[in-house]
């Protein structure tokens, strides 16, 4: 049988971390490289990597708390290692069918979308004021955003 809580956790997470991860690494890699290929491998690297890392973390959290099953364990960790690598990897399509530039605004409005969506959805299952917890995320998202971006730009003009 299949535990919804298991289920939430890992999506929402992976989910969450794949929009927020990976438009930092878009949005720092472009401004710092300007190149399409580097921006790919970073969201591949990002898709794989971070995927299997957030997804044993889930497990391990999950195991510490000594409240779950193993089954319930392994669900949150396959739903988190999904989510994030299917979110990640959603945004390779911007950069294959746009130019770079373009490929980031699009990323960005995107990300920006499907995070807005996703706590409109949190809001409404726990009865909160949704444009609180909505301008709650995206603030922090767009603080990675800008954040990465003018790392990109300093790393770009120092090395």
Same mark, same amino acid.
């Given at each position: 049988? %299949?535990?919804? !809580?298991?289920?939430?956790?890992?999506?929402?997470?992976?989910?969450?971390?794949?929009?927020?991860?990976?438009?930092?690494?878009?949005?720092?890699?472009?401004?710092?490289?300007?190149?399409?290929?580097?921006?790919?491998?970073?969201?591949?690297?990002?898709?794989?990597?971070?995927?299997?890392? #957030? @997804?044993?973390?889930?497990?391990?959290?999950?195991?510490?708390?000594?409240? !779950?099953? #193993? &089954?319930?364990?392994?669900?949150?960790?396959?739903?988190? *290692?999904? @989510?994030?690598?299917?979110?990640?990897?959603?945004?390779?399509?911007?950069?294959? *069918?746009? #130019?770079?530039?373009?490929?980031?605004?699009?990323?960005?409005?995107?990300?920006?979308?499907?995070?807005?969506?996703?706590?409109?959805?949190?809001?409404? &299952?726990? #009865?909160?004021?949704?444009?609180?917890?909505?301008?709650?995320?995206?603030?922090?998202?767009? %603080?990675? %955003?800008?954040?990465? !971006?003018?790392?990109?730009?300093?790393?770009?003009?120092? *090395?």
């Amino acid at each position: 049988m %299949i535990n919804k !809580h298991s289920l939430e956790v890992g999506f929402s997470f992976g989910i969450t971390s794949g929009i927020i991860t990976t438009l930092g690494l878009i949005v720092g890699l472009s401004s710092g490289t300007q190149s399409k290929v580097t921006v790919i491998g970073g969201i591949l690297t990002i898709a794989i990597a971070d995927s299997f890392s #957030d @997804a044993l973390g889930i497990h391990i959290s999950e195991e510490s708390e000594g409240k !779950h099953t #193993d &089954k319930e364990i392994w669900q949150s960790t396959i739903s988190t *290692f999904l @989510a994030k690598f299917i979110f990640a990897s959603l945004f390779i399509l911007p950069i294959l *069918f746009f #130019d770079l530039q373009t490929a980031v605004i699009v990323s960005v409005i995107l990300g920006l979308s499907l995070l807005s969506t996703l706590s409109f959805i949190l809001s409404q &299952k726990q #009865d909160s004021k949704a444009w609180n917890v909505v301008l709650e995320h995206l603030v922090v998202a767009i %603080i990675v %955003i800008l954040l990465t !971006h003018y790392a990109g730009v300093w790393i770009s003009q120092v *090395f």
